[in-house]
């Protein structure tokens, strides 16, 4: 069998303050921003269904989070006092991987030129 890696996207908004930047730093005002979260998921094609997952099911498996998340207020979760894009994609990561057992990256994109890759 052959072995794929399917990536999903997810795009969920949230406001957040980072809490230990000097002072003057622009991130330790309170903004918002669009994540665009990659989920990859790796396996072996299933001949029966002709899928290695069906991304519903990956949509499903962050359904949780995407309600903790998406236009709320990061610092308020908790774990997050201080969520920067390393801290809050390990918190996702922590959370979905033992809902998709073949999760094996997370990619979290702040913005068009800024992005964290976590392999748990």
Not at 8 to 34: D, M, Q, S, W
Not at 51 to 66: C, N, W
Not at 89 to 103: E, K, N
Request: hydrophobic letters at 40%; aromatic letters at 10%.
């Amino acid at each position: 069998m052959s072995r794929f890696e399917l990536v999903h996207t997810i795009r969920f908004e949230a406001a957040r303050k980072l809490t230990r930047v000097p002072p003057g730093h622009p991130c330790g005002n309170l903004y918002g921003l669009a994540f665009y979260l990659d989920i990859h998921v790796c396996g072996d094609l299933d001949p029966a269904t002709g899928f290695v997952i069906d991304f519903g099911d990956i949509e499903r498996a962050f359904a949780p989070l995407r309600a903790q998340l998406d236009h709320n207020y990061l610092n308020d979760l908790d774990g997050l006092d201080n969520p920067t894009s390393e801290i809050l994609i390990q918190w996702i990561w922590d959370r979905l991987s033992p809902r998709l057992s073949d999760l094996t990256c997370l990619t979290l994109r702040e913005n068009d030129r800024s992005r964290v890759v976590y392999r748990g």
